[in-house]
């Protein structure tokens, strides 16, 4: 990789600028705990020593900042830094099946490259972070720079490091609730947590339980920027509107031409033919306003949930150099809630039996002839109409470990972790296809209504359980033919992690500027997916929307680590210079051995500026899913560039692949931190980063495959076996499933500021945190600055937070405000492209006396409406203002 001039010249005049406070900074010292009986954790290194300056930047949220806004999980709380993007919460995946889980998205990279441990640890729960217990939650620290030579795969955009307060002793207690000013996104919650020294001081054990009930935002009548959408207007251009509605779909029926156009007539609700009620604007399929539906009306805004997580650690000092200890967690979270409806289009014939005498007159007088499509809403089906997604996640983990001490300056320490995570989830009140379509084809048999492949008792072709479905108005569909009809899906499965790790760490040998730091270590893991159970209907690819399908696999990996930092050059109070180096070994069963490593080094000068940089190569090996996903199966239409000619019903296959390689990526960061003497309290940081991602796992359409095979190899019609084809040349089937295509690479800014001071009886803090985005590229193309929530990598250029906070024994109060840029809403040619720049105010209060506290907090204090988007977005506030209070009990 090069870096132009004018990149570094601007990295090395914004390295004169530092972290925040070590309680949630990105200092010098703000990744170490520095106390002196308590362990040293560095998170973006493997060298565990107080006083180190690790070379990759390293953010910590501490404390106070885990409480701003009082978030009901770690990913939210992650959420507000503008390093992060929303990529997956309850209220950005409210319709697809991985709802209800919360990820940590480091710069909109996606959740797989960002590594998430738990003190240090791999942990099973990593992919959702709703299993971490927050009410033991001690900091976390963000490492906001490629780390896989210390930490492993995964480690790409950067490590969360989330640190439990493991001397807890004492009682902690809470109960709070929070409701939206539109009276709904109602939750719940209770925390208990209790620690205790035993052995004379030697030993440790604590418990903590928490729960947290959320009721969802389930309608989107109040909030109309989020029933919107892209609209082609009569003179061809496109538009951004409220409120656009299909009229090849109604929830009575609506009745089309063959070819799928419109007649702009409806099936009333009760059953009656009367006019599409549009809105007022009509053009090809869709209509702005009116009366008729959009599939995201019926999706919730956030997804209820319930959760359930349980902790216990006990550990104890053998000796005074040697700590055995053992956690064990479990967590659980479920909900059932409506889905979006299904919407088919199925055919009419003329004699169908649920027809009145009034239909056909109506039909015939507007020139429907003979068979008709009828696209049709099905939100009448079942309880609550719609379909209902329903899961539940459980998670059970242990771990054991040890650690210690020997010599003047050598710490040691191993763990094994065993976690499973089942799930179990389900679709349901979906068609049953076959059933479906002979139900709905009914005609009269002696005045009764009869399924036509029942109607000539001749025939062989029957079903003597087949149930006549009237689709024509809306609740029309019998509770028998529902229950016959209709069904739903459902999967049982497991994720695996095993995952054992040692490591030493020490100061060998000294050179003329100071100690060498060392560390070496280990670590293994074994992952692995069983699928447990799969309903009959979807192994028969029976259902109309989602046939769940088996996914079972998993890999091995064993590694070798190595960190050296070398002093230079240690002048007191003057100038020290350090390096340091980092290489691991990776072999995996899947796709064989690969090296990640690092190089970087510290410039301190005069003990109030650091100066940093660091190079990396990183990797993140390919995913259970992304190895073993089932086949699926898919017919369409395709281009063939080597033929020059469009080719109808070709298979398209997709699913997993095994010979997927680990992509690799590499990161520079330059930076710094300046915490001038003559200012005490004041830091300020910046630091620039460049990732450059190689050899992405993604997928593609059939088109794209064509198109991509053509331009790479125009002489291998076959791809190299992507592409089958058959004697005369014709495609025969494609496999489209995960592949290495894509490179993606970003550059930014990291800012930081904060100053506190005494005030009175207390204490007054300033803090300020800003990412500003130079450019993401995919493939090339730079989408940063399209911010609409329907576009892949949606990412702002700019994001900030600003907090000033005052606190003392007795009174707390802080407000913080959200800044999240604006920009284009899509890439397409839409003539009101853009969009605004949203602010949001949160207002946080504390009143304490004796051992409680009574909280408050209001976010988005000025009700600031999220941008016009038909689904959701990650970068805006679409809840609207939050009020949320509680009390806590410490003693």
Known sequence: MKVTQSCWLAGTALSMLVSLTPAYAQADTAATDTASDQE?????????????????????????????????????????????????????????????????????????????????????GANDLNIVPQSLVKRIDVVTGGASAAWGSGAVAGVVNIILDDDFTGWRMGVQSGISSRGDAARYGADIAWGTDFAGGRGHFMVAGEYMKELGALSRDDRPNLESGVFQRPDGRLELVRDPNSTQLYNGGSILRATGVPYNLVFNPDGNIGAFPLGSVTQGATTVGGGGQNIFDYVAVSTPYDRINLFGRASYDVT???????????????????????????????????????NRNQLAAAGVVGPFLLGRVMDDVGEDGAMKFKYSRRNLEGSIGFSGTFGDSWNYEGYYNHGEIRLNQGLNNQRIKSRFTNGVDAVLVGGTPTCRINADASTTNNDPSCVPINLFGNGSISDAAAAWAFGGSQIIYTIKLDAAGASLSGQPFSTWAGPVDIAIGTDMRWEEQVTNYVDPLSQANALGTLNSSATNGGFNVKEAFAEVNVPLLDITDVLKLEINGAARYSDYSTSGGIWSWKTGGTLRIANDLLLRAVYSRDIRSPSITEYFLTRSTNIGSVVDPFQGTTQNNVVVYGGGNVNLTPEISHTLTLGGSYSPSFARGLR????????????????????????????????????????????????????????????????????????????????????????????????????????????????????????????????????????????????????????????????????????????????????????????????????????????????
């Not at 053992?326 to 003329?350: C, K, L």
């Not at 913080?816 to 946080?844: K, M, W």
């Not at 959701?872 to 506030?877: L, W």
């Open 40 to 124: 040293i954790v560095v998170s973006g290194s493997r060298i565990q020593r107080e006083g180190f300056d690790a070379p990759t930047p390293t953010t910590v949220i501490g404390e106070a900042e885990l409480a701003l806004g009082n978030r009901p999980s770690i990913a939210q709380v992650l959420n507000d830094a503008p390093q992060f993007r929303a990529t997956s919460t309850p209220s950005t995946t409210p319709g697809n099946t991985s709802s209800g889980v919360s990820t940590a998205d480091m710069r909109g990279l996606g959740a797989v490259r960002t590594l998430t441990l738990l003190n240090g640890h791999r942990f099973a």
């Open 320 to 358: 005074d150099s040697l700590k055995v200890w053992a956690n064990f967690s479990y967590h659980r979270m479920s909900a059932n809630y409506r889905f979006f409806p299904e919407t088919p289009a199925v055919v009419i014939m003329p004699d169908n039996a649920f027809l009145t005498q009034a």
């Open 684 to 891: 300020l940081s910046v630091d620039y980063y460049d990732i450059d991602i190689d050899n992405v796992i993604t997928t593609v359409t059939a088109n794209d495959i064509l198109q991509q095979c053509f331009r790479n190899a125009p002489n291998d019609p076959t791809c190299g076996g992507t592409i089958a084809r058959e004697a005369n040349g014709t495609i025969g089937s494609i496999t489209n499933g995960y592949r290495n295509l894509a490179n993606y690479r970003t550059r930014g800014l990291d800012i930081e500021a904060s100053y506190r001071t005494p005030l009175g009886n207390g204490n007054l803090t300033f803090r300020a945190l800003a990412n500003h985005v130079f450019n993401l590229k995919i493939n090339g193309a730079d989408v940063s600055g399209i911010v609409g929530g329907d576009t892949a990598f949606s990412t702002p250029k700019w994001r900030g937070t600003g907090t000033i906070a005052f606190d003392n024994d007795s009174f707390g109060a802080n407000v913080r405000v959200r800044y999240v840029a604006g920009g284009d809403y899509s890439t397409l040619p839409i003539i009101n492209n853009g969009v605004s720049s949203r602010t949001y105010v949160d207002l946080g209060v504390q009143f304490k006396t004796g051992p409680f506290t009574l909280f408050g907090n209001v976010n988005n204090l000025f009700d600031r409406d999220p941008p016009i988007t038909p689904y959701t977005n990650p970068n805006y506030d679409v809840i609207g203002r939050y009020m949320s209070a509680g009390v806590k009990l410490n003693f």
